[in-house]
């Protein structure tokens, strides 16, 4: 009884000691977890791949900041990997000033694998207003009067002919807040953006039902989901290797089952301590 | 096994350790780190700020295109100043006003739209779903399970009368409904949060120390 008991006591430094190992030795010990590639994955990766090879371009919104970078960076770096493979253009930009300097590494590094010329395959305006990216969908050029390295829209080959949304065929917007819910609002209500969602695992069970109502396109959910997408890119034969999500889900399946078990013990051992305390008939502390 | 020679991966290595000690208990390297990154993202912000936001909106615009149009909105958004003057202190009220007056505009019929109106016609039943009753978004399925969720749930919360009868049923079902919600959004923040660990350690197993190809 005294040993179930002290599975509810372990000492916290032994929990995220445990944690670390369940991470780290999945990753120097490599073996293959098989994962299921979900369907709101299936459905962003489908409306990404019927965007037509150099015509109009995707929009790539990069609402994330280095906090939660590990979840969303291998999402950004899939898409673009897939885009420019296919020879989709695509218009990058953040709503959050942190995402700058993310979005325009993940853009120049995916850029470089491929061979792809700035202004002509791919644009970066970095960071804009939320309500500038409104006042897109009334005219692009203002909106967006110029890019993040300071040249003007109109100096930008592949940004002619963009007038608001109506010439973006998919805006993915890679949020790790609230703002993915102001695009779904203000851009799909309004302007009727079509939409598709990259988001941390916290946010995921908010978003779901945008799925099942059509206003998103597709979704994918933490980092398990820009491992399905790499493998996706990969099937298609878009990419030879996958990327770090996949590396990564050895270690999230070891430490699940570490957090499964610990929780387990925890539960085991409250109720032993509660049959092991003596019983008050008279109550009072 | 060999290790980084970039100077850049070793600082945010060691700050990530820095950081990490924090889980052993509270420290000076910890407090050194937090308060680098805290005036770092400071200082970021307002060069991107000015870079992006000032000098293309505003300062480019009005001296090289004479859009003197611009300095209105400006001016207005510098009465927010005016919160250091007591005795001037109210002329903030105007930013704020036209700010809350916008917004509000143009979020009221959006956000009934996109968050009320299509989520109701989410919840109900149509003949579309009788097509592929089995299909996990729009199946026929799916739909009941969200319509009787939808509902006991809100009976749940409906306070005005005492859960009795027919009421108490629907409304244990309904708190069935949500502990289920509130058991996949924790399982999903485990997942993230043991996903930004892996993220770290994985820069610090691959950048820094060369261990894992």
């Known amino acids: 009884m005294k040993f179930l008991i002290a599975l509810s006591k372990i000492d916290r430094r032994v929990v995220y000691l445990l944690l670390a190992l369940a991470v780290v030795v999945p990753m120097i010990v490599s073996f293959n977890v098989r994962f299921h590639v979900d369907r709101s994955t299936r459905d962003l990766f489908e409306a990404v791949d019927r965007i037509p090879p ?26 673009l990997r897939h885009c420019f493979a296919r020879g989709i253009r695509v218009v990058g930009v953040t709503t959050g000033a942190q995402g700058a300097a993310l979005g325009e590494r993940a853009m120049a590094r995916a850029a470089a694998e491929h061979g792809k010329r700035i202004g002509e395959d791919y644009c970066y305006f970095g960071y804009k207003l939320f309500l500038s990216m409104i006042y897109f969908g009334e005219n692009a050029r203002r909106a967006l009067p110029v890019d993040h390295y300071g040249r003007p829209f109109d100096s930008l080959p592949m940004m002619r002919g963009i007038r608001n949304y109506d010439d973006i065929p998919l805006v993915i917007d890679l949020a790790g807040s609230s703002i993915l819910n102001s695009w779904i609002v203000y851009m799909g209500a309004r302007y009727h953006v079509r939409l598709g969602a990259g988001v941390t695992a916290v946010m995921a069970p908010d978003f779901y039902q945008f799925l099942q109502t059509g206003q998103l396109a597709g979704q994918l959910s933490g980092m398990k989901g820009a491992a399905e997408y790499e493998q996706l890119v990969v099937e298609r034969g878009y990419a030879p290797a996958k990327g770090l999500a996949s590396r990564a889900m050895n270690a999230i399946s070891a430490s699940h089952l570490l957090l499964i078990a610990l929780i387990v013990m925890g539960n085991v051992g409250y109720f032993a301590a509660r049959r092991a305390k003596p019983k008050n008939p008279q109550g009072g502390a | 096994m060999t290790m980084s020679t970039d100077p850049w991966v070793w600082l945010a290595a060691l700050l990530s350790l820095f950081i990490f000690s924090y889980l052993y208990k509270d420290n000076p390297l910890f ?14 912000l307002i060069v991107i700020y000015y870079n992006n936001i000032v000098r293309s909106y505003l300062l480019n615009p009005v001296l090289a295109d004479h859009r003197w149009v611009l300095l209105v909105p400006f001016a207005i958004g510098l009465l927010y100043l005016f919160r250091f003057i007591p005795k001037l202190s109210h002329l903030m009220l105007i930013p704020i006003a036209i700010t809350l007056g916008i917004w509000n505009g143009i979020a009221l019929p959006l956000t009934i739209e996109a968050d009320i109106i299509r989520q109701m016609q989410g919840t109900m039943i149509n003949t579309s779903m009788f097509r592929n009753p089995w299909d996990p978004y729009t199946g026929l399925a799916v739909g009941i399970l969200i319509a009787v969720g939808v509902i006991c749930t809100i009976t749940y ?20 409904f949500v502990m289920i919600g509130f058991g996949a959004s924790f399982g999903y923040t485990v997942m993230a949060r043991v996903s930004l660990l892996i993220g770290r350690l994985q820069f610090m197993f691959t950048e820094w120390i060369h261990l894992i190809k």
């Open chain 2, 31 to 44: 407090k050194f780190a937090e308060h680098l990154f805290t005036g770092l993202s400071v200082g970021y």
């Open chain 1, 54 to 79: 150099g015509g109009q371009p995707l929009m790539l919104v990069f609402d994330y900041d280095p906090q939660i970078m590990p979840e969303l960076d291998p999402m950004a770096t899939a898409i």
């Open chain 2, 157 to 176: 919360f409906f306070f005005s009368r005492e859960h009795k009868g027919a009421l108490k049923v629907s409304a244990h079902i309904g708190i069935w």
